[in-house]
T-cell receptor, first 110, second 115 residues
Framework: SQELEQSPQSLIVQEGKNLTINCTSSKTLYGLYWYKQKYGEGLIFLMMLQKGGEEKSHEKITAKLDEKKQQSSLHITASQPSHAGIYLCGAPFTGNQFYFGTGTSLTVIP | DTGVSQNPRHKITKRGQNVTFRCDPISEHNRLYWYRQTLGQGPEFLTYFQNEAQLEKSRLLSDRFSAERPKGSFSTLEIQRTEQGDSAMYLC?????????????FGPGTRLLVL
């Protein structure tokens, strides 16, 4: 989607390393969702951010929505092989349509 | 299992054939979405149902595509006269009515290969 750009497109890290994935919107965000997808499978909801400056954590994954509400970051601390997959940000913009970023493919090397 | 289910999980068809996919949402969810995902891309919105009413359709949904949700429960997505460009993962998601902030819950997808 052109509305949501993710970076980097792919990431290869050594187990135990920290990493950050960014999601930048061309429009003001009124809600930003992070999902994880294992190759060839459906999406698993990670967390949702609504308010500018909001930060949420689940296990070793932390997501933030910046004050101006046009960018979000997903940070993984001490990465593990189980973190491998495709990370997608998504947001509602027009009506009931929901847009996704292009995804970030994460590989964690043991 | 109380999650979203999709059938079949995989479909191989020859160009020109018609295919139909089924999605069974979580039972109390009245909102249902279809997406298409091609390799290396995020899912693209196709259509949205609230109960049995199809309220939104993407321009991606050509006239060869039709979706129904006849009783407001399960939904079907049919592709007529399939083309090789239709090869993709087709994802279904459902969502409850009450909270606008509630996430969508995704099914495992149906992977279509058109030969």
């Amino acid at each position: 989607s052109q509305e949501l750009e993710q970076s980097p497109q792919s990431l290869i890290v050594q187990e135990g390393k920290n990493l950050t994935i960014n999601c930048t919107s061309s429009k003001t965000l009124y809600g930003l969702y992070w999902y994880k997808q294992k190759y060839g499978e459906g999406l698993i909801f990670l967390m949702m951010l609504q308010k500018g400056g909001e930060e949420k954590s689940h296990e070793k994954i932390t997501a933030k929505l910046d004050e101006k509400k046009q960018q979000s970051s997903l940070h993984i601390t001490a990465s593990q092989p189980s973190h491998a997959g495709i990370y997608l940000c998504g947001a509602p913009f027009t009506g009931n349509q929901f847009y996704f970023g292009t995804g970030t493919s994460l590989t964690v090397i043991p | 299992d109380t999650g979203v289910s999709q059938n079949p999980r995989h479909k191989i068809t020859k160009r020109g054939q018609n295919v139909t996919f089924r999605c069974d949402p979580i039972s109390e969810h009245n909102r249902l979405y279809w997406y298409r995902q091609t390799l290396g891309q995020g899912p693209e919105f196709l259509t949205y149902f609230q109960n049995e009413a199809q309220l939104e359709k993407s321009r991606l949904l050509s006239d060869r595509f039709s979706a129904e949700r006849p009783k407001g429960s399960f939904s079907t997505l049919e592709i007529q006269r399939t083309e090789q460009g239709d090869s993709a993962m087709y994802l279904c998601a459902s969502r409850p009515q009450l909270a606008t902030s509630e996430t969508q819950y995704f099914g495992p997808g149906t992977r279509l290969l058109v030969l």
